[in-house]
């Protein structure tokens, strides 16, 4: 159960910048996940395929779970698969298009094998709620991100012949007490969900729509699922959320209340061994307490996805994101001055949004200048129904404008990422082996504190083992070096 993902990416290079984005982490990316074989004797074989965000990867792991539980086992293969479930994404236009692609492929697929069930799960679900099954006739299955739960019992309507939609959004839901099976994991990594949903409306963004509203995980199921890792020999855990520093939870009788730098401080505290990341950070929430205490801890890994979006005040008062450019710079002088220049800093930027002028575009490269990012995914704008923007905005930059924007930003971050690669040089990096090299199986990949990827010869190191590497040489993606 612990094999490794099947994935279209590369572990040890992050993937080249397509003009549409680049792949990665807690944010959405172009990566497709086949969830692997459990092959443990069930009756019943679902094929699990994830797009988007880590949110997804992670919530396919505990519908494998409630599913587990209802006579199925995962497997890798579309033939022969009794079910088939998409766990869709809609951040943008591009993600949606990509599923519907891959469901007329599945639909040929169900002609030539009437019986297979196909599902769609996730964000597209959501949004496009039972209007799915009159646009898609071979789906059987809609489900929503807080419906989960209520698969088996649908389930149980498809088999009856009858299409079955739950796509209810939920106040509480956390499936806090269903252990995730862990598909999408090297065994020495695993993600841990510590809250769904946002409340924050960011005028782009079509996630509130999807995810519903906000809420915190009870933080004893956190730290208890944190611990079983630990015993089951994981090295590292990512505490996910879409705005995990507005993490709040509190008993029921009001006595114990923990905030994100209290949760994230008790998992430290689990194992001296044991690694902690956290994705993602919303700027406007990113507390001084929470860079305590990060610095306090060595295991609570030296790294912040901080999206930015713009670089403009006005484009970021446009986006509803409710800090401008000084409160940014500010939140970054905070952390050079709590974490030091060792604390990698990464990003997303939105290119060409709604009366994004020439100018504010430039002001966007400024505050790359500015931070100088160890990484950013990139994206053009695209438009969502229903979000504040499509209905109160103009989608008014035109497309090659924005493409020629986003170019630039891509560029930029390149060079930027290579300058940061390169001030690794010549340095000792802590590293957590994950995985043979994609490329050699002579080599291992790892990553540092920084969330760089590190590549260097095997020797007898294995998979787990924290090894301190001599970094000799870097590309944009990459870090080459020796154990010492
Ligand atoms: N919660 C995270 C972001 C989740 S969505 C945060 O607030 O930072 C991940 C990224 O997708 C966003 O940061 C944004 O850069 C991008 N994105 C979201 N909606 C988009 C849209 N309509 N067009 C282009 N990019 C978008
Ligand atoms: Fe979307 Fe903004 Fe929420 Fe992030 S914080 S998920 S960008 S609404
Ligand atoms: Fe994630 Fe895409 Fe939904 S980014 S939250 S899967 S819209």
Known sequence: MSQPLITLDFLDTLPTPSPDATTHEATPSGEVRVSPATETGRKRKLYIESYGCQMNFSDSEIVSSILFDEGFDTTEQL????????????????????????????????????GLLVGVLGCMAERLKSKFLEEEKLVDLVVGPDAYRDLPQLIQQIDGGQKAVNVLLSREETYADITPVRLNSNGITAFISIMR?????????????????????????IIREAQDLVVAGYKEVTLLGQNVDSYKWASEDGTEQVNFA?????????????????????????????????????????????????????????????????????????????????????????????????????????????VHYDMAYMFFYSERPGTLAARKLEDDVPLPVKKRRLQEVIDLQQQHSRLRNQQAVGKVHRVLVENFSKRSQEHLSGRNSQNQVVIFPKKHYQKGDYVDVLVHSGSASTLLGEAV
């Not at 800093?345 to 400024?366: A, P, Y």
Request: aromatic letters at 6%; hydrophobic letters at 35%; charged letters at 30%.
């Open 262 to 370: 209290q949760l994230l401080e008790r998992v430290a505290l689990i194992n001296p061994a044991l690694r902690v990341r956290f994705s993602t950070s919303h700027p406007k929430d990113i507390t001084d307490e929470v860079l305590h205490t990060m610095a306090r801890h060595e295991n609570i890994c030296k790294y912040i996805h901080l999206p930015a979006q713009s670089g403009n005040s006005r484009v970021l008062a446009l986006m509803n994101r409710t800090y401008d450019r000084p409160w940014y710079e500010e939140r970054v002088r905070a952390i050079r001055r709590i974490l030091g220049n060792d604390c990698a800093i990464s990003t997303d930027m939105i290119s060409g949004f709604c009366s994004e002028t020439e100018e504010e575009h430039q002001d966007t490269l400024s505050l790359m200048e500015f």
């Open 197 to 221: 949903g946002c409340d924050n409306m960011c005028s782009f963004c079509v996630v509130p729509f999807t995810r519903g509203r906000e809420r915190s995980r009870d933080a004893h199921s």
């Open 79 to 114: 033939e022969g698969a009794d079910l088939v479930l998409l766990n869709t994404c809609s951040i943008r236009e591009k993600a949606e298009q990509t599923v519907r692609m891959r469901l007329s492929q599945i639909n040929g697929h169900k002609k030539r094998n009437p």
